[in-house]
């Protein structure tokens, strides 16, 4: 326990580093620290030796990154799919192993293919040419960290596959040798059945891109989501059916060379790691197999373990596997869980003699204890986890996963009768559905928080472990006064006249969130990718609820380009909203959105807002944009949408004096159609903030456009190199904060630096 305990707290600490020492230093303190270390303090010296490790693992994994100054690159590799290829609406993507080695490529890359003319298959040998992107991803607060996923799954490249020169099949795998094309045999024969729910696939082979994104919500908004993926309890539930079986045949085979019990055991070790691998091992079912397998070792070989201490050599061992593992949710939540229920169950006297009354109290203790947590991670809290796991994780766990097991046995021999059992399983799943789907939409189901304090959490996680603790334990209640600062946090409000402006980081697109004393407003809301995908489910929604943000006073959608009003469906599902303004209203209809014109004026808290655009309609959607100047005696902003010189010369004519703002957000993502001497000069920005993509397929901003920036001694900001951008606005000055300086870490990609 102290060495599992120490390496995890040194861990956690190295992931908060923005870069790594350098690897001399690491060989140099590892030939003076070890040794003095190990004849006095050897558990010390083996927490220093797990450091040493995951420190030279981590620079491994960052040598592996295609480097900037090859972003863009066009090669021809040849190598071997690693996974199971994802279907999307409009694109496949899988991880592509190069072999051979290429001198200054990365092994393993995530190649996006945008076209439906060839098939790919996992263990499939092909020479691809693709055009190679460095891993970099939006960065946001409160928002998803896509470097952290590419860097923690090994992927040091993005490739987008190039036809010309066409793929060209090479061969493929050794099915016994490479068990990714058995999962995809699998999957193949799963895509036989006629409308096979998408939860048998994530059951199965741990694929959960079958799944919609409203059965996720749904999922998501009963705390069911652990019960529709392979985890510990799938992995515990399967190895513990295959041991009571093998137990029973291997009894009654009269064969006595071996006790049952011991053949019972690596049955049932093989049947749980055979599940895991099914996962591809994924954190949670790595956790699983090794407690699995202390367990069962301990029982072949007659030797008496304590929970605790399997807990923590589980542990270790993740810890030496992937020691980048700790800095991921699902980490933190399947240990947490397993450590709830030990601390639950273990020496507790006075268990009921009915099952259904013992797996309540888990239930209740699992939801309490890892409350904490699911606030920090995912800044809300759901009433109704533990009514709908009641009745969800019997259904799953006895019902759906046995019977889906043995459906998936019987397919090779009688797929009739396969078929015939996946069908019956989907009308159990529809019922299920229907039930998780009326707790999502009750009132109040889920309920958001801002994002609160580290201290917290760790205030309330011990608040929870006194409300678990054994009765007897005196003042127990008093757990409940611990857990009051996470549900209470303080939100530190504006004083009137002061406002803040974010602009997020959305990639190719815009969205900006002003918020003054009292009010928040929202301008754009970034692309939509797919009917399951867009910037405002992904950025705007998360950076809000981490706010507090209850419901938006105003949302503009400056025109009706897909990159500035793509997430505005999932804002207005999910987020009270009571005014709707826009220059494009005919594609807006279903919202009943008011026309942008110029000169509507409010004032909030003492700050200004006026609506600006073009007194004329432009052929053009950017032209039409309409522009919001906020004004206080603090300071002043221009948002300008995707206006263009056109634009800009009639609103120099129409009104000079109220275009002056200090803070200007670049016209059209710094395009070389925009940005014209005559309307800088008029606006007089003191700094400007430029909305772009990584290296823009665009080509924002136009080097033209900074050029003429710095000439005219303006500082610019670019949030493709800065992440999100938020401006205070106080006495007078503006105070910038770039967040992927504030929250950069060592496997964030540094686009400043080429």
């Known amino acids: 326990m102290l060495i ?70 066009e090669v021809s590799l040849t190598g071997v799919i690693d996974t199971l290829p994802i279907q999307q609406t409009k694109a496949v993507h899988f991880d592509f192993l190069v072999q051979p080695r290429v001198y200054g490529m990365p092994q393993k890359i995530r190649v996006h293919v945008y076209t439906h003319a060839f098939t790919f298959k996992a263990g499939q040998h092909w020479r691809l040419q693709v055009k190679l992107k460095t891993p970099h991803g939006t960065l946001n607060p ?120 011991r053949v019972a055991a690596l049955m049932s070790l093989l049947a749980g790691y055979g599940y895991a691998a099914l996962a591809g091992f994924s954190i949670p079912t790595l956790r699983a197999v090794i407690m699995l397998s202390v367990v069962l070792f301990a029982l072949v070989f007659q030797r008496h373990i304590q929970v605790f201490s399997t807990l923590a050599l589980a542990l270790l061992m993740v810890l030496i596997i992937d020691p980048v593992a700790v800095a991921s949710i699902g980490f933190w939540l399947s240990f947490a869980a397993v450590a709830l229920i030990i601390y639950t169950v273990a020496g507790r006297l006075g268990t009921s003699a009915y099952a259904w009354i013992n797996a309540l109290r888990i239930h209740w203790a699992t939801s309490l204890g890892l409350m904490p947590l699911l606030v920090y991670f995912f800044h809300s809290i759901t009433f109704t986890a533990l009514i709908a796991n009641i009745i969800a994780e019997p259904m799953i766990g006895v019902v759906v996963i046995p019977i889906t097991f043995f459906a998936v046995l019987v397919m090779g021999i009688f797929p009739t009768v396969s078929e015939y059992i996946f069908a019956l399983l989907n009308n159990v799943m529809d019922v299920l559905l229907l039930y998780l789907g009326e707790l999502a939409n009750l009132p109040y189901a889920t309920i958001n928080q801002p994002a609160p304090p580290l201290w917290s959490v760790l205030l309330a996680s011990l608040g929870c472990l006194l409300l678990l603790a054994p009765k007897g334990i005196p003042n127990r209640w008093s757990g409940v006064l611990l857990c009051l600062p996470l549900f209470f946090p303080r939100i530190t409000s504006l004083d009137k006249g002061r406002f803040t402006l974010t602009l997020l980081d959305v990639g190719q697109g815009l969205s900006i969130v002003v918020n003054t004393q009292a009010h928040w407003l929202v301008f754009d809301t970034g ?228």
């Open 4 to 73: 599992a305990s120490g390496l995890l707290i040194a861990l956690v600490l190295i992931q908060q580093l923005a870069e790594l020492p350098e690897p001399s230093w690491l060989i140099l303190g590892g030939i003076l620290l070890i040794p003095i270390l190990w004849r006095r303090h050897w558990r010390i010296a083996v927490i220093v030796m797990g450091i040493m490790w995951t420190l030279s693992y981590a620079h491994i994994k960052l040598a592996d990154r295609l480097p900037n100054a090859l972003d863009g690159i």
């Open 142 to 261: 409160h928002g998803f960290d896509y470097e952290q996923k590419l860097f923690h799954e090994g992927i040091g490249a993005i490739g987008s596959l190039r036809l010309s020169p066409a793929p060209v099949l090479l061969g493929q795998d050794n099915p016994l040798w490479n068990f990714s094309m058995w999962r995809q045999r699998l999957s193949d024969q799963l895509a036989t059945i006629n409308q096979l729910n998408g939860v048998f696939y994530a059951l199965i082979l741990g694929d959960g891109s079958h799944i919609s994104q409203a059965e996720w919500d749904v999922f998501r908004n009963t705390g069911t989501t652990h019960l529709m993926v392979i985890s510990g309890s799938h992995i515990s539930l399967i190895a513990g059916l295959v041991y009571f079986l093998s137990a029973k045949l291997w009894a009654y085979s009269g064969i006595l060379r071996w006790s049952p019990q």
């Open 527 to 754: 692309a939509k990718f797919s009917k399951d995908s867009d910037q405002g489910k992904s950025v705007v929604l998360p950076f809000l609820q981490g706010q507090g943000v209850q419901q938006l006073d105003t949302l503009i959608i400056s025109h009706g380009d897909n990159d500035h009003r793509g997430g505005l469906a999932s804002i207005l599902n999910s987020m009270p909203t009571q005014q709707l303004m826009t220059r494009s209203p005919t594609q807006l209809i279903p919202y009943r959105a008011t026309v942008c014109q110029t000169g509507q004026q409010w004032v909030w808290d003492d700050v200004s807002f006026t609506v600006l655009a073009p007194a004329w309609s432009s052929h053009t959607s950017n032209n039409n944009s309409c522009l919001l100047k906020i004004d206080s005696a603090e300071g002043s902003a221009l948002l300008t949408g995707d206006i263009e010189a056109e634009a800009e010369r009639s609103l120099i004519e129409q009104s000079p004096q109220q275009l002056r703002a200090q803070l200007l957000i670049a016209p059209h993502h710094g395009s070389k159609t925009s940005s014209t001497v005559d309307f800088l000069t008029t606006v007089a920005p003191q700094m400007i903030l430029i909305p772009a993509g990584f290296h823009s397929q665009f080509g924002h901003p136009h080097a033209h456009v900074t050029q003429r920036y710095q000439r005219l001694n303006i500082p610019y900001l670019n949030t493709a190199e800065q992440g999100a951008i938020s401006v205070e606005f106080n006495n007078k000055h503006m105070q910038l904060h770039a967040y992927r300086e504030i929250a950069r870490r060592y496997w964030h990609n540094n686009p400043i630096v080429q």
